[in-house]
Antibody, heavy 121, light 108 residues
Framework: EVQLVESGGGLVNPGGSLRLSCAASGFSFSDAWMSWVRQSPGKGLEWVGRIKSKTGGEATDYAAPVKGRFTLSRDDSKTTLYLQMNSLKIEDTAVYYC????????????WGQGTLVTVSS | EIVLTQSPGTLSLSPGERATLSCRASQSVSSSYLAWYQHKPGQAPRLLIYGASNRATGIPDRFSGSGSGADFTLIISRLEPEDFAVYYCQQFVNPTWTFGQGTKVEIK
């Protein structure tokens, strides 16, 4: 059974930092391309970024609102995906979902339950 | 940037009825890269359809997707109680994903 379990969310001040983790199991994590998607309160889904597998050079891409502030990384030995979030803004408040991509990176096949990040003073 | 507009915003139907959800893009998108998701409060979103018309693993055949160009449709042929949720379309233009704003299917 595929499982994606996010952790690390919480309350942080504007300008602060937070690192989210996503523990993966039930599939070959090292071969998977992984993404983060977020949902702000009362709003729809927003893609945050994606990291390729090691064979893809672990290349990363980011959505414009987070580029330069957020960093995706992975540890295949721990089957864990990370999202380092710096210079957090109030508008980064959201539930953050870890997603395994598939079909040429075009869709999210498996999603975690999400972790809530609240940016507030 | 391609914008996806879903309609209607809310669909009020009874179990057993047919639901037709629309997703319109601001410009033509590759049908290979159009997906639909179901999302219930407090749960993980669930992939229903990818490549515009391919059902994901384990998705019942009452869910079907169609369309091309800029117009796509998700049909739920006979609503079951567990189908009441918010549905999102999503398109992919390498490397970014863009989602529609969602259609809520609620019990009438």
């Amino acid at each position: 059974e595929v499982q994606l379990v996010e952790s690390g969310g919480g309350l942080v001040n504007p300008g602060g930092s937070l690192r989210l983790s996503c523990a993966a199991s039930g599939f070959s994590f090292s071969d998977a391309w992984m993404s983060w998607v977020r949902q702000s309160p009362g709003k729809g889904l927003e893609w945050v970024g994606r990291i390729k597998s090691k064979t893809g050079g672990e290349a990363t891409d980011y959505a414009a609102p987070v580029k330069g502030r957020f960093t995706l990384s992975r540890d295949d030995s721990k089957t864990t995906l990370y999202l380092q979030m710096n210079s957090l803004k109030i508008e980064d408040t959201a539930v953050y979902y870890c997603v395994r991509t598939f079909f040429s990176d075009s869709a999210g096949q498996y999603w975690g339950q999400g972790t809530l990040v609240t940016v507030s003073s | 940037e391609i914008v996806l507009t879903q309609s209607p915003g809310t669909l009020s139907l009874s179990p057993g009825e047919r639901a037709t959800l629309s997703c319109r893009a601001s410009q033509s998108v590759s049908s290979s890269y159009l997906a639909w998701y179901q999302h219930k409060p407090g749960q993980a979103p669930r992939l229903l359809i990818y490549g515009a018309s391919n059902r994901a693993t384990g998705i019942p055949d009452r869910f079907s997707g169609s369309g091309s160009g800029a117009d796509f449709t998700l049909i739920i042929s006979r609503l079951e109680p567990e189908d009441f949720a918010v549905y999102y379309c999503q398109q992919f233009v390498n490397p970014t994903w863009t989602f529609g704003q969602g259609t809520k299917v609620e019990i009438k």
